[in-house]
């Protein structure tokens, strides 16, 4: 946490983010890990990140990436079923916001608009008065997503950007999800109006690896793509009166808390 105080809240680490936030520098280090050359990384991340080897498929590693992208075993993130029942899209730290006159999340002195998230005004306007849910990745997390419900999605739309890490100190000190690479479509669904399902990238994350990127039919829990290396984040736009959010997850917002999720569970349910 030193070294990242010392990059967004210094002169000469501010300095530096430029270099270490820019997609050229993350296509390198991503090449880099998706070779045979990465592998001896493997026994490092899996002990220092506490990777359960009961819990993930943890063969057949030819790179550092297949490693990070790991299966988890089958029957461990199982999915929520009920129609009524919004799912998480992936593993995470979930923080809910309202929102509110446009504004997701109010952090110091930045703020974090859905017009400036999406750069699309008329999508925007769709969301006044819901609800923003941010599933935040940490580099132990399983790194594979799906989609949070079954529908027709639209293309997906890519805005590059910079490369940011999305831990809280970088929150505080700049507007890191309308400043970060990021994917997101529009799933237009039966149960919850139409949702829009943001990947956000993250320093020295390579790629975010979407299977799908025309307009399809899609399932709830089945994988939508994969996000390589680093700290990444997935955003969930809802239309309001559509989801009833769990009151525990409220509750630990409202504090400024985030909660662990698993893959495929329950978050909230329909309302009405």
Request: include cysteine; proline fraction near 6%.
């Amino acid at each position: 946490m030193d070294g990242l105080h010392f990059l967004y809240h210094t002169a000469p680490g501010r300095a530096l983010l430029h270099p270490l936030g820019s997609r050229t520098l993350s296509r390198i280090c991503g090449a880099f890990l998706d070779c045979r050359l990465s592998k001896f990384l493997i026994p490092g991340f899996v002990r220092k990140a506490e990777i359960d080897p009961e819990e993930y498929v943890m063969d057949g590693f030819t790179c550092f990436n297949d490693c990070f992208c790991r299966h988890v075993k089958d029957g461990l993130r199982p999915v929520d079923q009920d129609p009524k029942q919004m799912i998480a899209p992936s593993d995470g730290l979930l923080s809910v916001w309202p929102i509110r006159r446009d504004t997701v999340i109010p952090v110091k002195q930045s703020e974090y608009s859905v017009r400036s998230l999406l750069r699309d005004s008329r999508l925007a306007k769709r969301y006044e008065g819901g609800l923003c849910l941010v599933y935040r990745l940490c580099v132990n997390h399983y790194h594979r997503y799906g989609y949070v419900e079954s529908g027709r999605k639209s293309v997906n739309r890519f805005i590059p950007g910079v490369l940011h890490t999305v831990r809280p100190i970088a929150l505080e000190a700049r507007p890191v999800f309308i400043e970060n690479c990021r994917e997101y479509t529009c799933i237009r669904t039966e149960q919850f109006g139409v949702l829009t399902q943001m990947e956000v990238g993250a320093m020295l994350v390579g790629k975010i690896a979407n299977h799908e990127t025309g307009k399809a039919d899609v399932v709830r829990g089945e994988e939508k793509g994969t996000f390589l290396y680093g700290g990444s984040t997935i955003i969930v736009l809802v239309e309001p009166g559509k989801v009833a959010v769990h009151p525990e997850f409220l509750a630990a917002s409202e504090q400024g808390e985030e909660v662990p999720v698993q893959y495929g569970e329950s978050i909230g349910e329909r309302i009405g």
